[in-house]
């Protein structure tokens, strides 16, 4: 007897796979013409409200940076400075984003009825990785307008940096599609972007120590726009030949974090979006040399002992700590956000941000429970012990945003204020 053979030409590609897919779902569908105009409808209701909230958000920041710069408070940063500074976080924030998402998967049900069959996985995928070069672009190009007009920048500089934007965000798109076979390399990309996010107002803070006013906007050439274009195109079709190396395991991994994201912000659930969010970047375990922890006492003591430990563990947390503290100091020279309301919000924003980065522990504690009903400590003393880490990370992001506005207004209810948020 002889084993069945499968002929090659009898097999579906990953493109008629799809097709096949969708015309099975098309057929069960009861949706009408009507439905289908409706859908339409409302894409493109809800994008122009989008449209419409993000041009005015950007009109009101650039009145209010207007503004600020008109009272001649004698600020250091000027409106290229902080287009400059505000681009590249966006930028770094962009990369770290779709790093962890994943550029290119198939979905759930993909990985579940498509990945195991013999079609090829580029044929899969298109819809996917089509998206992500046209994502890639569009919101790099936009987000970059959005900074620029905020800035005040006027329209030749602005159009110069809409083109950089855009060539910035397909470069860094397509450099985490061709890590995003390789879990280490993702992982690494991911913690880079972190830290690239937090290196930001700490740049900007050189800045303001050196006293250089004269910061000049992200706005290349358009030769060098082009340029840019032309190497990105180049890594796209790298990226392209690629994708058969994606393996099951890394299309599993990012649909079981498109789908968790999904559900958080479908649910409006932000623990659980920074949990799936911060588990698509996190590496492979290691292995660590155990601490003796000889000056912990008590389980009070032990508890938060740990989080500290977890807290410093993790670089990318503490990257994002001296750039929030940075970020604090950074506003005070901004038109607008020098002083009043405008620094206040900031001051809130980045004491949130960094007791939210010293809450590791109690959210993970969150997800096991069994870890904290261990510690012989009642659930009052338990949470009160859990808070020790994030109140403390929250104070000293404050208190280093505080002390320049006491040094310099001579006003200690600044100091204050720190100390009661």
């Known amino acids: 007897m002889h084993a069945p053979r499968t002929d090659p030409d009898e097999l579906l590609t990953g493109r008629e796979l799809r097709r096949l897919t969708v015309r099975a779902a098309a057929a069960r569908a009861d949706a009408g013409p009507g439905e289908i105009v409706v859908d339409v409808a409302y894409a493109v209701v809800s994008v122009a409200l989008a449209t419409v909230w993000v041009v005015g958000l950007a009109t009101m920041l650039r009145s209010s940076l207007d503004g600020g710069a ?13 287009q400059a500074l505000g681009t590249a976080a966006l930028l770094a924030f962009l990369a770290g984003t779709v790093v962890r998402l994943g550029p290119v998967g198939v979905g759930s049900a993909g990985v579940r ?29 936009v987000g970059t307008a959005v900074v620029a007009v905020a800035a005040g920048l006027d329209a030749g500089p602005s159009l110069r940096a809409v083109l950089t934007g855009g060539a910035l965000g397909l470069l860094l798109v397509t450099v985490a599609g061709l890590a995003q076979p390789s879990p280490r390399a ?20 050189a800045l303001v120590a050196a006293g250089r006013p004269g910061l000049p906007a992200l706005a290349a050439p358009p030769l060098v726009a082009v340029g840019l274009l032309a190497v990105a195109a180049v890594l796209v079709l790298r990226w392209w030949r690629g994708l058969e190396s994606l393996g099951a395991t890394v299309l ?35 292995v660590r040399r155990p601490r003796r922890f000889g000056v912990v006492r008590g389980p009070f003591g032990a508890v938060v002992a740990a989080d500290l430990v977890l807290l410093g563990r ?15 100091v950074v506003a005070q020279q901004v038109p607008g956000l020098g002083s009043g309301l405008g620094l206040l919000g900031v001051l809130v924003v980045a004491g949130l941000g960094a007791a939210v980065l010293g809450a590791e522990g109690a959210r ?8 904290d009903a261990l ?17 403390l990370t929250a104070a000293v992001c404050l208190l280093a945003g505080a002390a ?4 310099a207004t001579g006003d200690a209810r600044w100091a204050a204020l720190a100390a009661l948020a």
Not at 116 to 140: E, Q
Not at 186 to 205: C, Q
Not at 253 to 282: E, I, M
Not at 316 to 324: E, F, K, P, W
């Open 70 to 82: 008109a009272t001649g408070s004698g600020q250091v940063l000027g409106p290229g400075g902080v």
């Open 364 to 371: 993970t504690a969150e997800m096991a429970p069994v870890v």
């Open 113 to 141: 009825w498509w990945v195991p069959t013999p079609a090829d996985r580029r044929g899969l995928v298109v819809p996917s990785f089509v998206r992500a070069v046209l994502l890639g672009g569009v919101v790099g190009a």
């Open 186 to 205: 993702a992982a690494v990309l991911a913690r880079a972007s972190d830290v690239a996010v937090a290196a930001v107002p700490v740049a900007g803070l």
């Open 375 to 391: 510690v012989p400590l009642g659930a009052r003393r338990t949470r009160l012990a859990r808070a020790v880490v994030p109140t």
């Open 252 to 286: 599993r991994a990012q649909s079981a974090v498109a789908d968790q994201v999904g559900g958080a912000v479908l649910s409006v659930d932000t623990r659980d979006l920074g949990r799936a969010l911060r588990r698509a970047g996190a590496a492979r375990v290691r």
């Open 404 to 407: 320049p506005l006491v040094v």
């Open 314 to 328: 993790s670089p990318s947390a503490l990257a994002q700590l001296v750039g929030l503290g940075a970020l604090t």
